[in-house]
């Protein structure tokens, strides 16, 4: 077992300023992070995770983010088996 999958997964969130002020900019990371919360449990233990919110964010609902966060969730894993490298070159192309 490798040292990284032994650490908890690391998930972190970009949310630049094309998605709103700063008081819109602080309830779409609320409410990823509570999207994220319910998720956890299904990251591979070492698994190191960046979301960028983009300006839709701000007007989605929480069924709508929650419904995004697990598609993308998904691609990363069919991704994670590809390797990082393999995911880049490939899309890329």
Known sequence: MSPDEAEPPLVGLVVSR??????TRTRVKRRLRHQLSARLGTLAPGMRLVVRANPAAASATSQELGADLDRALR???SLEGAGAGAARSGASS
Do not use: M, S, W
């Open 18 to 23: 094309a998605v709103g002020p700063a008081v």
């Open 75 to 77: 691609r990363a894993r």
